[in-house]
């Protein structure tokens, strides 16, 4: 995959391109099909296209490139509409509906994230009893989700 690039406007972008931006602590993830079509999934909406400006939604707008064949994007786009998934945050949100057309399937790299921190926290708050294992995993989910700013699945 390559660099991640800013962009301003659909002409800038690529079949398979994809696509965050800003969502409070979080980013927002999308797929460019083509002709100002952007597949993503949102809690009101589930999987569904929209245009460059309504994935903008006024905030800035990355992009890297997949490296995936036009026709495969496109397939595998067309299969997601066909049936489109509703959003769930923890088992089917925006970075698994992309993550599906690309191949990858059941991953999102910013839960991971948060999990991972999580799962430390709650380790070292195990040794020092069972509340102290629940509230070290909250500390450290609050410390993942703190982390993602840092955007290292952009990469």
Same mark, same amino acid.
């Given at each position: 995959m390559s660099e991640l690039k800013a962009v301003q406007h659909?002409?800038?972008?690529?079949?398979?391109d994809i696509l965050f931006r800003r969502k409070s602590m979080?980013?927002?993830?999308?797929?460019y099909l083509g002709e100002d079509r952007i597949l993503h999934?949102?809690?009101? /909406?589930?999987?569904?296209?929209?245009?460059?400006?309504?994935? @903008?939604? %006024? *905030?800035?707008?990355?992009? $890297?490139?997949?490296? +995936?064949?036009?026709?495969?994007?496109?397939?595998?786009?067309?299969?997601?509409?066909?049936?489109?998934?509703?959003?769930?945050?923890?088992?089917?949100?925006?970075?698994?509906?992309?993550?599906?057309?690309?191949?990858?399937?059941?991953?999102?790299?910013?839960? /991971?994230?948060?999990?991972?921190?999580?799962?430390?926290?709650? @380790?070292? %708050? *195990?040794?020092?009893?069972? $509340?102290?294992?629940? +509230?070290?995993?909250?500390?450290?989910?609050?410390?993942?989700?703190?982390?993602?700013?840092?955007?290292?699945?952009?990469?």
């Amino acid at each position: 995959m390559s660099e991640l690039k800013a962009v301003q406007h659909h002409q800038q972008l690529n079949i398979g391109d994809i696509l965050f931006r800003r969502k409070s602590m979080v980013m927002h993830v999308g797929i460019y099909l083509g002709e100002d079509r952007i597949l993503h999934n949102t809690p009101k /909406s589930g999987e569904h296209e929209v245009s460059f400006d309504v994935f @903008a939604a %006024g *905030k800035d707008v990355f992009a $890297k490139t997949s490296g +995936l064949p036009n026709e495969v994007v496109l397939t595998r786009a067309a299969d997601i509409l066909a049936n489109p998934g509703k959003y769930q945050l923890l088992n089917y949100n925006c970075e698994h509906t992309t993550n599906r057309v690309l191949g990858y399937h059941g991953f999102s790299a910013q839960l /991971s994230e948060i999990e991972i921190w999580a799962l430390i926290g709650g @380790a070292f %708050g *195990k040794s020092f009893g069972r $509340k102290s294992m629940y +509230l070290g995993g909250f500390i450290g989910a609050l410390g993942g989700l703190l982390s993602l700013p840092r955007m290292w699945w952009t990469r």
